[in-house]
T-cell receptor, first 114, second 106 residues
Framework: EAGVAQSPRYKIIEKRQSVAFWCNPI?????LYWYQQILGQGPKLLIQFQNNGVVDDSQLPKDRFSAERLKGVDSTLKIQPAKLEDSAVYLCASSLIGDAYEQYFGPGTRLTVT | SQQGEEDPQALSIQEGENATMNCSYKTSINNLQWYRQNSGRGLVHLIL?????REKHSGRLRVTLDTSKKSSSLLITASRAADTASYFC??????FGTGTSLTVIP
């Protein structure tokens, strides 16, 4: 079974630039999550999708972050404009449906904002 | 969203010893999950325990859950150097704690 795929793996941008991350979840997984993990901290949920609908985006900084999940499969997370404090690893995870099942994580995208 | 808090923040043991880490949380839960993160394999799910369960085993892992105290513990028996990693509890959708950093010395 293929795992969660993410790209790119690394990205370096200057502040005020834009960046986009892509995630392809495990086939058949209805729920998709985006997390931000700052060095030394636990993952922080940014947004949760169930199929192509948003379940929870309460911690997403909506003035600069956006995410979509078209057709209930792949998802993209965008930051525009980036700030220095956005430097982190962005993790995508998927699960069968909801929080009753374990999450499977992708390798993450390490973003450095200079 | 609610967040689990792991204790201790860091733990260093000799290979072969047991490692215990704890998680406390604040509100009622449906289940609690433990994850491991190391640089080689990223974040990996270890075990899920439901609110009506008190103990669960998986290989060298044992998880307990005490909903009256709002706490859980993860026990790793006969630790190996490969167990060196950060361990997180997650108490709800997306609600991860800050983790326990475990170092197993060969």
């Amino acid at each position: 079974e293929a795992g969660v795929a993410q790209s790119p793996r690394y990205k370096i941008i200057e502040k005020r630039q834009s960046v986009a991350f892509w995630c392809n979840p495990i086939s058949g997984h209805a729920t998709l999550y985006w997390y931000q993990q700052i060095l030394g901290q636990g993952p922080k949920l940014l947004i949760q999708f169930q199929n192509n609908g948003v379940v929870d985006d309460s911690q997403l900084p909506k003035d600069r972050f956006s995410a979509e999940r078209l057709k209930g499969v792949d998802s993209t997370l965008k930051i525009q404009p980036a700030k220095l404090e956005d430097s982190a690893v962005y993790l995508c995870a998927s699960s069968l449906i909801g929080d009753a099942y374990e999450q499977y994580f992708g390798p993450g995208t390490r973003l450095t904002v200079t | 969203s609610q967040q689990g808090e792991e204790d201790p923040q860091a733990l260093s043991i000799q290979e072969g010893e047991n490692a215990t880490m704890n998680c406390s949380y604040k509100t009622s839960i449906n289940n609690l999950q433990w994850y491991r993160q190391n640089s080689g394999r990223g974040l990996v799910h270890l075990i899920l325990i439901r609110s009506n369960e008190r103990e669960k085993h998986s290989g060298r892992l044992r998880v307990t859950l005490d909903t009256s105290k709002k706490s859980s513990s993860l026990l790793i028996t006969a630790s190996r150097a490969a167990d060196t990693a950060s361990y997180f509890c997650a108490t709800g959708t997306g609600a991860f704690g800050t983790g326990t950093s475990l170092t197993v010395i060969p």
